[in-house]
Nanobody, 127 residues
Framework: QVQLVESGGGSVQAGGSLRLSCEVS????????MGWFRQAPGNGREGVAT???????DYSESVKGRFAISKDNAKNTLYLQMDSLKPEDTAMYYC?????????????????????WGKGTQVTVSS
């Protein structure tokens, strides 16, 4: 049974930073992608960043240059470093795991292919 447990969310002022973590257990697909998605009130869930097992990454245009996704295989943990935060980054952030092969580019745009979700961690950015 796959378990994804996010942490690290909180409230910050615009320009601040946060690092999200996702502890992963029971995930057998080490060669596939994982990623971060977010959902703001009244909006649909959208891809933020994805990472393939080979280390390739992709980012949404709105966060490119400000966010960085990484993973520590030894700790079974996925990270999202978020810098220069903006009020429009306010959302619930979810860790996601895929169960079939695709590139990081494809995974970022394939919400329907996510097999497992965490419960989310709230990020609030004030102006």
């Amino acid at each position: 049974q796959v378990q994804l447990v996010e942490s690290g969310g909180g409230s910050v002022q615009a320009g601040g930073s946060l690092r999200l973590s996702c502890e992963v257990s029971g995930y057998p697909y080490s060669s596939y992608c994982m990623g971060w998605f977010r959902q703001a009130p009244g909006n649909g869930r959208e891809g933020v960043a994805t990472i393939h097992s080979d280390g390739t990454t992709d980012y949404s245009e709105s966060v490119k240059g400000r966010f960085a996704i990484s993973k520590d295989n030894a700790k079974n943990t996925l990270y999202l470093q978020m810098d220069s935060l903006k009020p429009e980054d306010t959302a619930m952030y979810y860790c996601a795991a895929f169960s079939r092969y695709m590139t990081a580019f494809q995974a970022l745009r394939s919400l329907e292919e996510v097999k497992d979700w965490g419960k989310g961690t709230q990020v609030t950015v004030s102006s």
